[in-house]
């Protein structure tokens, strides 16, 4: 079958986000036999046009959507990004009589709500690389669709998907022949690159564990290695391990850095850090590995704070891991998230003082928290009459503490405002 692959992300936040997953799915779709077209519009002047002239030339005989993020986040200033997904499964339905299938984190997360809003005719929810090979086989040998775990269909009815089952052994690397960096973008681009699976961390907002387990699933080091050889060899420097916690567990980390610097890839990295599981030698390795720079995500400095979102670590723990990136060179960028259960002004106070101190190269804050389905967060909204039964939650709600709801915001941005490392 000819297989077009469409990344419908335009949203660049901090950076350009190249598609990972959906560069994953193109590559185990194209093992299993199809010929692929990944059509990426980030850098599209004209998402009409460009879709239209790639239909005409490829004839697609089933065409996948993937939806990244459903909005921004942010409180404040929502913004939703499904309408011009919409309008692009639009284009697509007009343009060819292919079935449209979508997938996807974003979509994972709402399945049925999103795929009815997008008006498509089938999802696939989690990880793409077997269930949407399985559902090019069922479709192009006419069998039943019953028995592929993630499919999910307008009517509601899903079929259930445990990504823990999938071994990570088993599934392809991106292909870097498949990247298509705007040419504005190309010397800053960050290659997005993963090489685990899965959180144990369980905290209290976090739609992880609904997207990838909370089992953790590791590719073997030495596979590892070799698809970053690849990378390089096509031109590639510098990457983002998009690891949910790079330094969980500590020993793969710590191992992973090794058989970089024994590969003399002289490459350059960034990463998402858990605050604890740190010390000297980790940190020493992932200088020495090429890393530059570390996401701390601590969102908070008050100890009641940090056991409410269920973190496993504390303060100090912060601070020390904060202390060793900075005697190693590594930029630090931490995050705080305001709003959640139990937050006071007290607490909010104790977590900017708390964050004032660490010396942070950049400190985002986030005002409320985005509430996601089946969440322990979730069900305390619900709890507390913040959402009802019947909220699908794809419309963003977001979780702020009572109290706070005229006073948080003006707080936040004059704190801001007299520290240019800040940002939203």
Same mark, same amino acid.
């Given at each position: 079958m000819n297989v077009l692959l469409i990344s419908a992300n335009t949203e660049t936040v901090n950076m350009i986000p190249l598609p990972l997953g959906l560069n994953c799915v193109a590559v185990a779709t194209r093992n299993a036999g199809h010929v692929v077209h990944l059509l990426d519009l980030m850098g599209a002047a004209d998402n009409s046009r460009s879709i239209q002239e790639t239909v005409r030339t490829f004839r697609p005989d089933l065409i996948g959507v993937s939806v990244r993020n459903i909005d921004n986040q942010q409180m404040a200033a929502p913004r939703f990004f499904l *309408?011009?997904?919409? *309008?692009?499964?639009?284009? +697509?339905? #007009?343009?060819?009589?292919?079935?449209? =299938? =979508?997938?996807? @984190?974003?979509f994972s997360i709402f399945p049925v709500a999103t795929l009815r809003y997008l008006k498509a005719d089938l999802g696939i929810c989690g990880e793409g690389e077997i @269930?949407?090979?399985a559902l090019l086989a @069922? &479709?192009?040998?006419? #069998?039943? &669709? %019953? %028995?592929i775990a993630g499919l999910c269909y307008p009517d509601g009815k899903v079929q259930k998907n445990s990504p823990e089952t999938t071994a990570l052994s088993t599934l392809p690397f991106p292909d870097p022949s498949l990247w298509s960096v705007p040419a504005e973008a190309a010397e800053n681009i960050w290659i997005p690159f993963q090489t685990r699976r899965g959180c144990p961390m369980k905290c209290s907002y976090c739609s992880t564990p609904a997207l990838e387990g909370i089992t953790i699933r590791m590719h073997p080091i /030495? %596979?590892? =290695?070799?698809? &970053?050889?690849?990378?390089v060899a096509a031109g590639f420097s510098r990457f983002y391990f998009v690891d949910n916690t790079f330094n969980i567990p500590p020993t793969f980390a710590k191992e992973l +850095?090794?058989?970089?610097?024994?590969?003399?890839l002289d490459i350059h990295w960034r990463c998402i850090l858990y605050p604890g599981f740190v010390?000297? /030698?980790m940190v020493r390795l992932m200088a020495e590995a090429g890393c530059v720079e570390i996401s701390l995500g601590f969102e908070s400095g008050c100890p009641e704070i940090l056991k409410n979102l269920n973190k496993k670590f504390v303060v100090d723990q912060v601070r020390v891991a904060s202390t060793l990136f900075k005697e190693h060179g590594i930029r630090r960028n931490g995050f705080l998230l305001f709003g959640g259960p139990g937050e006071t002004k007290r607490t909010i106070s104790e977590s900017l003082a708390f964050a004032d101190s660490l010396g942070l190269d950049m400190l985002k804050l986030t005002i409320g928290i985005r509430i996601y389905p089946e969440t322990p967060l979730a069900q305390i909204a619900l709890d507390e009459g913040q959402i009802t039964t019947c909220d699908d939650l794809l419309s963003p709600r977001f979780y702020l503490s009572k109290g706070l709801e005229n006073w948080i915001e003006p707080t936040i941005r004059a704190w801001m405002e007299e520290r240019p490392y800040c940002s939203e």
């Open positions: *309408d011009p997904v919409r *309008d692009i499964v639009a284009i +697509c339905r #007009k343009a060819a009589s292919a079935p449209i =299938v =979508v997938g996807g @984190a974003g @269930a949407f090979p @069922a &479709l192009e040998q006419g #069998k039943d &669709l %019953s %028995s /030495e %596979s590892v =290695v070799a698809a &970053l050889e690849q990378q +850095c090794r058989a970089i610097i024994s590969a003399r010390d000297d /030698e």
